[in-house]
């Protein structure tokens, strides 16, 4: 789509998207899968283990999203070489299918009440699984709908997967409430979250074989340490060859950057800092009214992301919501008031909506299928580790109160510098999204 889109154009490639069964089936099996993910994640958020916000201190928060991301996102470059390897619709029916049975001892070692490294690393089995799966459903999206719609496409299915990983959580804490707070209770929560995994790997199942792609694999499926390096390295030469890739990945990275410290910064004023203020309580009620305010501004992103790219384009749009983040995080955030840091909730949750999509349809457009799975799980284990080490560093530097003026004003730099970065290089016309061969970055 060009030129003005009105509301009946993007209802039109919403409905035309819809139309495919393809796009539906690999869009119910992102809903089934993350509503897992989502039950699954409020079972371990009970059992306090894998819960950073009962931390005592800043170190202590940290440490626990470091568990939490860090582990299982080093499966991510040997997830993108297998994504390049093995069919990607096998890899969803296989990966969702281990999830289910892992689940299952997870739930039974919080029945035995286990804890300490044996249930972490029962834990993180199952996330480590999960790069396997958002990968694939990222690189095999581009197989399901035509290169014009990836911007709505995205907009559709990531908003509509966390959606509905929230919605998973809901439910759990919901069932949660009746079965109480023992280890029983929570081992059956944990066991709730099999059943969805396993109509994620039944609905993928009615592809073919080879349809998500890659489209060109006759390498060995036998991976070594070896192999991983050299795939990965040649990932990496594929993305250094579009400057477009390059940007948007750069824009990622800042992105997680900002919103690592500012999710520090708001776990610590909600704990220790915040007075309440008429509709807007503090501590765990306060940080659901953040985080509800955030998935607003996300539906409201998935909305008006295809229409504004069809208008200006990614790279505009991009420069315009990195913009929003500057202006918005320094303005509302400084007054350090609830009703202010909930505002900037909704405007955090909006630009990182908006830059997801946009970073993730330009990925989708110019990286070769050949290439994609690696490059998707390179991405994505970037979003995780830029995000953490951004928390860790706010530990180090961020007052217990949180009541920092100094990280707003980073935070609102950073995403200054960056916009005027991805504003020049629009306006010189370089990074164009131009899709490469797989000649263009070989191994």
């Known amino acids: 789509m060009t030129g003005r889109v009105r509301g009946s154009g993007r209802g039109k490639t919403t409905r035309l998207l819809l139309a495919?069964?393809?796009?539906?089936?690999?869009?119910?099996?992102?809903?089934?899968?993350?509503?897992?993910d989502g039950v699954f994640q409020a079972a371990l958020a009970g059992t306090v283990l894998f819960n950073p916000?009962?931390?005592a201190d800043p170190v202590d928060v940290a440490a626990g999203f470091a568990v939490l991301l860090l582990p299982y996102s080093l499966i991510g470059p040997f997830a993108g070489v297998w994504l390049d390897r093995w069919s990607r619709r096998q890899v969803l029916v296989v990966a969702n299918?281990?999830?289910a049975v892992l689940v299952v001892g997870v739930a039974a070692l919080t029945w035995s009440?286990?804890?300490?490294?044996l249930f972490y690393l029962a834990g993180l089995a199952v996330f480590s699984v999960n790069r396997f799966v958002l990968s694939a459903l990222s690189a095999g999206l581009p197989h399901t709908c035509e290169r014009p719609q990836l911007v709505p496409a995205n907009a559709l299915t990531t908003t509509a997967g966390a959606v509905s990983g929230v919605l998973g959580g809901g439910v759990a804490i919901a069932v949660q409430s009746l079965l109480?707070?023992?280890?029983?209770?929570?081992a059956l929560l944990a066991l709730c979250s099999a059943p969805p995994y396993l109509v994620g790997a039944a609905v993928v199942a009615g592809f073919a074989r080879p349809y998500l792609g890659p489209d060109h694999s006759s390498r060995t499926a036998t991976v070594s340490a070896r192999d991983v390096l050299h795939g990965m390295l040649a990932g990496a030469r594929h993305v250094?060859?579009?400057?477009?890739?390059?940007?948007?990945?750069?824009?990622?990275?800042?992105?997680?950057?900002?919103?690592?410290?500012?999710?520090?910064?708001?776990?610590?004023l909600y704990r220790n800092s915040l007075v309440p203020t008429g509709w807007f309580p503090v501590g765990l009620p306060g940080l659901a009214q953040v985080l509800a305010a955030g998935a607003v501004g996300t539906l409201l992103a998935a909305v008006t992301t295809p229409p504004a790219v069809a208008r200006w384009g990614k790279g505009r749009w991009t420069t315009g919501v990195l913009l929003l983040g500057a202006v918005g995080q320094l303005g509302l955030g400084l007054p350090f008031t609830p009703p202010t840091i909930v505002a900037a909730g909704f405007v955090l949750g909006f630009v990182s909506q908006a830059v997801k999509i946009c970073v993730d349809s330009t990925l989708q457009e110019v990286v070769h299928d050949d290439f994609r799975g690696?490059?998707?799980?390179?991405?994505?284990?970037?979003?995780?580790v830029t995000f953490v080490v951004a928390v860790v560093t706010a530990a180090l530097v961020l007052p217990a109160s949180g009541t920092s003026v100094p990280a707003l004003v980073v935070v609102a730099v950073?995403?200054?510098?960056?916009?005027?970065?991805?504003?020049?290089?629009?306006?010189?016309?370089?990074?164009?999204?131009?899709?490469?061969?797989?000649?263009?970055?070989?191994?």
């Open 240 to 268: 250094l060859a579009s400057p477009a890739a390059t940007r948007v990945l750069a824009v990622m990275a800042v992105h997680r950057v900002c919103f690592g410290l500012l999710t520090l910064l708001t776990l610590l």
């Open 414 to 443: 950073l995403y200054l510098a960056t916009a005027v970065a991805n504003g020049l290089v629009g306006t010189r016309g370089r990074g164009a999204a131009v899709p490469l061969s797989p000649g263009s970055a070989t191994s």
């Open 20 to 36: 495919r069964p393809d796009f539906r089936r690999l869009l119910l099996t992102r809903l089934a899968s993350q509503f897992g």
């Open 53 to 55: 916000q009962r931390a």
């Open 374 to 384: 690696r490059v998707f799980s390179v991405y994505d284990t970037l979003f995780n």
């Open 113 to 117: 009440g286990v804890s300490g490294p």
């Open 180 to 186: 109480g707070g023992s280890d029983g209770g929570y």
């Open 97 to 99: 299918c281990v999830r």
